[in-house]
T-cell receptor
């Protein structure tokens, strides 16, 4: 069985500060990993994904994440936060070849202070 | 990626009535779609996997007779909430199983049952 742990429910940063959202996973097979962002009352938008190619993955809006197998982590970072980054962020894992079913973390709310 | 639409974006209905939600894949032929529900401040809960031309696969604890799923074409899946009750009020989101085993999400449908 797969699982995702996103510690904490809320992260607050100042505009221009580093954003770091943590994600740890558990999987019995080499996983695919995803970060999605959700703005209020909207669906999920794919930020980036790891599918066993480069371990450092660059996504949209200046976000990137690094797959670290030894730490079973896939933390999301952005060097400089924007007010528009305030949203809910979900990390998810899937088992490649197993019908793409996703297991989501509980999500983290990112607030950006002016 | 895939562009996914949902209709309606929000709906209010009376208790005991049925509500149909449509999920369309606008630029990708999707043999598999997924239906989720999301309660406020919570993560997404997978309800069922919708397979084109065959029966949906429901997750444990989801009543298949209450949440009817039809996936009659490669671009359309529908979720019908039958005999809706206030506890069915939620945010329903669909996704398309797109390229590289990546899910692309619709904008969601807010259901309020009075």
């Amino acid at each position: 069985a797969q699982s995702v742990t996103q510690l904490g429910s809320h992260v607050s940063v100042s505009e221009g500060a580093l954003v770091l959202l943590r994600c740890n996973y558990s999987s019995s097979v080499p996983p695919y990993l995803f970060w999605y962002v959700q703005y209020p009352n909207q669906g999920l938008q794919l930020l980036l994904k790891y599918t066993s190619a480069a371990t450092l993955v660059k996504g949209i809006n200046g976000f990137e994440a690094e797959f670290k197998k030894s730490e079973t982590s896939f933390h999301l970072t952005k060097p400089s936060a924007h007010m528009s980054d305030a949203a809910e962020y979900f990390c998810a894992v899937s088992d490649p070849g197993a019908n793409s079913k996703l297991t989501f973390g509980k999500g983290i709310t990112l607030s950006v202070r002016p | 990626g895939a562009v996914v639409s949902q209709h309606p974006s929000w709906v209010i209905c009376k208790s005991g009535t049925s509500v149909k939600i449509e999920c369309r894949s606008l630029d990708f032929q999707a043999t598999t779609m997924f239906w989720y529900r999301q309660f406020p401040k919570q993560s997404l809960m997978l309800m069922a996997t919708s397979n084109e031309g065959s029966k949906a696969t429901y997750e444990q604890g989801v009543e298949k007779d209450k949440f009817l799923i039809n996936h009659a074409s490669l671009t359309l899946s529908t979720l019908t909430v039958t005999s809706a009750h206030p506890e069915d009020s939620s945010f329903y989101i669909c996704s398309v199983d797109g390229d590289q085993e990546t899910q692309y999400f619709g904008p969601g449908t807010r259901l309020l049952v009075l």
